[in-house]
Nanobody, 113 residues
Framework: QVQLVESGGGLVQPGGSLRLSCAASGYIFSTHPMGWYRQAPGKQRDWVATVTNGGNTYADSVKGRFTISRDNAKNTVYLQMNSLKPEDTAVYYC????????WGQGTQVTVSS
């Protein structure tokens, strides 16, 4: 079993920055992929970014603005979000994949002036 707890969401103006954190506990190791999805109101859940031992990958919509990183000693993955746009408004969900995919409870990010 793996437990994921996200933090760091909030309200930010367009052009601003936020950093999300996702702390993992349980049976998880640095070889297991972790990352983020997001879901805007009335829309499907979309993939944002993944971190693995082989590198990081990003959705085209966030490439160049978001950076995913991982602290293996803390079993924590981060999403640094810069140059935020109103269309980035969503609930952001952390995930981790071992033998199955686990999800966090989500954290709200609102980009608005």
């Amino acid at each position: 079993q793996v437990q994921l707890v996200e933090s760091g969401g909030g309200l930010v103006q367009p052009g601003g920055s936020l950093r999300l954190s996702c702390a993992a506990s349980g049976y998880i190791f640095s070889t297991h992929p972790m990352g983020w999805y997001r879901q805007a109101p009335g829309k499907q859940r979309d993939w944002v970014a993944t971190v693995t031992n082989g590198g990081n990958t990003y959705a085209d919509s966030v490439k160049g603005r978001f950076t995913i990183s991982r602290d293996n000693a803390k079993n924590t993955v981060y999403l640094q979000m810069n140059s935020l746009k109103p269309e980035d408004t969503a609930v952001y969900y952390c995930f981790a994949t071992t033998l199955k995919t686990y999800w966090g409870q989500g954290t709200q990010v609102t980009v608005s002036s």
